[in-house]
C-alpha cells in the first residue's frame, strides 16, 4: 500500500516536471530598478532600456530597489523561468531572449 502511493506521488511530481519542461514562454517581463543598482552594470541597463524593450511581447516594470529579474511566463501566464540578471552582459541578455525565441519588433510597430 505505501509502495503504491509512493509510486503514484512520483509519477504526479515526474508529470509535472515534464509538463513545466515543455511550456514555452509567449511574453517576457524585466522588473528592476530604474537605476540604484543598474548603474553597477551599465551593459545591463543598456540591454534593459535599449534592447528589452524592443522585443515583441516584453514588459519592463521598475520596481524601487529590485534587482533586476527577466521573468518568462506561458500562454496560461503562469510564470515558467526567473532570472536574476545581475551579472549579466548585454549579449548574454539577448543570448537569453533569443533561446526563448523572442523577436526583435519590427521597425514599423517600434
Do not use: W
Not at 46 to 51: G, M, Q
Not at 70 to 90: P, S
Amino acid at each position: 500500500m505505501v509502495s503504491c502511493a509512493f509510486f503514484f506521488t512520483f509519477g504526479l511530481l515526474i508529470f509535472a516536471k515534464l509538463d513545466i519542461a515543455g511550456s514555452t514562454a509567449t511574453r517576457a517581463k524585466v522588473e528592476t530598478c530604474g537605476g540604484c543598482k543598474l548603474n553597477r552594470y551599465p551593459e545591463l541597463k543598456s540591454f534593459i532600456f535599449d534592447d528589452f524593450v524592443n522585443y515583441e511581447n516584453t514588459e519592463l516594470k521598475l520596481i524601487a530597489g529590485a534587482s533586476p529579474e527577466l521573468i518568462f511566463f506561458d500562454e496560461h501566464d503562469a510564470e515558467v523561468k526567473r532570472i536574476n540578471l545581475e551579472g549579466y552582459n548585454r549579449k548574454e541578455c539577448n543570448a537569453i531572449l533569443e533561446d526563448y525565441n523572442f523577436q526583435r519588433k519590427q521597425k514599423q510597430d517600434l
